[in-house]
């Protein structure tokens, strides 16, 4: 196999990575200009901020996730690759894929970030990430099947270690999986395992600052630990996570908590393909860029979203890694290429922070505006239609829509299956 | 860990199996009266008449499974384990489960059938089942992985290994995968895959016998065949399969066909668990049971649905092995029990056989009613209510709806997610 790209007149663009800066740069591109190539080692776009929803069973991966090639269909010019990037080459302007070399004229680095480990090996081996669709079925699954084995469990202590779990890390996500879990525990355990006591049930935030939700406003980071719990989730502050054996979880002050399952929302690491000159990464894994996305010192290299680091007056470290900023340099990026074509003066991009929000559960979130910050019901309707027209596809909205609207209803997030790969047995004919 | 059923002044009813016959039985239960055990090696209820449909990425497994929890929300006396059964000790009236021993006052066998590949090792070892959602979404994954990599070969024989699609079984099944693929060929590849040419994809429908949908009519059988060479699917009827070593196909007749996937739907056996006397074990893996349900030469173990033998002088081999039967049997099963309670007499069972379906694609269906025989749209809409109306779920039956019209009005099913288990990746923080 090769990547088998068509030779073609118009200069080839390079697009690595579909999340949120990539798909939308492919989408504002003035994309008859180019033969466009897009790589990444999915065959969709997965929609993080809602992965926490899929993995308490409250939405299917499929109504997160849109196939990339149904975004392009009947585009001859796009050429939609799903293979790993190894290697930069950027003296010969060539890129090494897992299939093969590819030669291109424009390439935009739009690779995202992946879970931070800090370097804690015993983390990354048994804690739980919750940064892409699969890990996010994975701790659904791991859920669920720890519920089922928890009846089977006679022995109290033995018990516990299936049935809590701890959060680390209080950003949103942690925010969001430790409020969705406790929603749970109140209105779905009580009916579907009556056999266990729902009271009996721990679950954990912990968090190594003094506060939650860095980032966002001391009112928003009060209510959401508030939010929190009165749903009865028990707030770690400066509890920093030294070691975890699989079953016991060790904090810096000797403090241990027992549990299968703990979950990783503690930090993110930007990934970038290896090739790129020293002087332009950043310990922090993210590449240095210039106002104009470009990467520095490199031609015809421009990195976006979360793996760019673009420094401005107000935002000396770069961005923050979300959404909102990745969507924005994409949008610039796009522009940028059409104002080129004609000729015409690049302007330095400049960011625009239209605020934060995060969910804690029903009736319950928090936002950031620059001149205004609320939180509660209307915070929660806020989080939803905002969350609700982020996502790509009108089938995905409707689906999403429905479901929340089920939900919210029955007071029930009705996916709970555990579905695994089948081992083939034996028995067969 | 152990099953850890409390102790009750119930008579302890024990299911084996959560597929239609025992799910329906759970569900027709004069359940105050019983303390009700459910074993199944999963946490839901599939719905295998639209496996195919998940396979084909229109449906999502949600929407066909339902979590056996929810079914049973709240009551004290039903306990439900997800574990896999090893053995039945009748003498001493106890199962052998992977979690420890029950005992049981009443038994149910309700375990259903599996993929039958007629001792062929080779088969086993390389066609793809379809007969549990986890391999559904394994031939999905396998399907549209395989066109990826077909955009990137450029030798045409090579490729055509990952396009070519055999399918062996002249059932409803193999008729329905073969139809639904032929259907993905003409409205789905030229929108996704412009780069792939659709007419070079072979799909075969493989089938041992002189017809297709043998216990189905002849007008059934001939309509079939039209309608699948309609969407160009090639019908290959006599044609018995030898071997399969993953690449080529060998056909009892010398001929070969190559093809990375062969989708094996040739067949069932049935699956009842080690330790049923061996004189009331057929060799199609059926168990043997009287009109009333009970297997032959044992007090009070039954057996329902596709793993039960039962002759009527109508059926000397037994019932079809479709839900229809199974879910007769569940019924009247249940009424017995109920009968039984008030001491009064219980009729043998007779089996009501209202008729089969099978669709091949839009507008395109056969149905037998026992005296009417037709085809087409109208039998396509038929098909489709009576399917929409025997999953299980109000939910359930919504998403299906939604997306079955959406498909229907799109030209477009839309779920084609590659989703795969993460590799931890050494690159992690």
Chains 1, 2 share one sequence.
């Not at 804690?127 to 890990?135: F, T």
């Not at 579907?192 to 954990?204: A, G, K, P, Q, S």
């Not at 590449?287 to 979203?305: F, P």
Request: proline share 4%; aromatic share 10%.
């Amino acid at each position: 196999m090769a990547l088998n790209i068509p030779d073609s007149d118009l200069p080839r663009l390079v697009i690595v990575g579909a999340g949120f800066a990539g798909l939308e740069l492919a989408n504002r591109l003035p994309i008859k200009e180019f033969q466009v190539v897009i790589l990444d080692r999915h065959n969709y776009h997965q929609f993080q901020p809602l992965f926490y929803q899929v993995a308490m069973a409250g939405l299917e991966p499929s109504s997160i996730a849109f196939p990339i090639r149904k975004m392009f269909q009947r585009q001859k010019n796009v050429h939609i690759r799903p293979v790993d990037v190894l290697e930069l080459k950027p003296v010969e302007k060539r890129l090494v894929t897992e299939e093969g070399e590819i030669y291109y004229d424009h390439l935009i680095v739009a690779t995202g970030a992946r879970t931070n480990y800090y370097g804690n090996d015993k983390m990354r081996e048994k804690a739980l990430p919750l940064k892409s669709i699969s890990e996010a079925l994975h701790l659904r699954n791991e859920i669920l099947s720890d519920l089922e084995k928890a009846v089977m469990i006679e022995d109290y202590n033995e018990r516990q270690k299936y049935i809590d779990i701890v959060v680390v890390g209080g950003g949103p996500t942690g925010v969001e999986v430790a409020g969705a879990m406790a929603e749970m525990r109140r209105y779905v355990i009580p009916k579907d395992y009556v056999e266990l006591d729902e009271d009996e049930i721990d679950i954990y935030l912990v968090q190594a600052g003094e506060r939650l939700l860095y980032g966002m406003s001391d009112h928003a980071a009060k209510k959401a630990k508030e939010f929190l719990e009165d749903l009865g989730v028990k707030v770690l502050l400066n509890s920093q996570v030294v070691d975890y054996d699989g079953e016991t979880l060790s904090m810096h002050n000797g403090e241990k908590l027992l549990s299968r399952k703990v979950i990783w929302c503690a930090g993110v690491k930007a990934e970038a393909p290896a090739g790129l000159p020293d002087d332009c990464m950043h310990r922090s894994g993210r590449v240095e860029v210039d106002r104009y996305c470009q990467v520095k010192g490199l031609r015809d290299v421009y990195a976006i979203g979360d793996v760019a680091l673009m420094r401005e007056d107000e935002f000396p470290d770069g961005h923050p890694q979300v959404a909102q900023a990745a969507i924005q340099h994409a949008r610039y990026l796009a522009k940028s290429f059409k104002k080129k074509l004609k000729d015409e003066e690049v302007e330095p991009f400049a960011y625009n922070d239209k605020g934060s929000m995060a969910t804690i559960g029903r009736n319950k979130a928090v936002v950031d505006l620059p001149f205004y910050k609320f939180s509660g019901w209307l915070a929660w309707v806020a989080w939803l239609i905002v969350h609700l027209f982020a996502l790509i596809g009108v089938k995905n909205k409707v689906f999403v829509f429905i479901n929340w609207l089920w939900n919210y209803l029955t007071y029930d997030q009705s996916l709970r299956l555990i579905i695994r790969p089948e081992k083939r047995r034996e028995k067969n004919g």
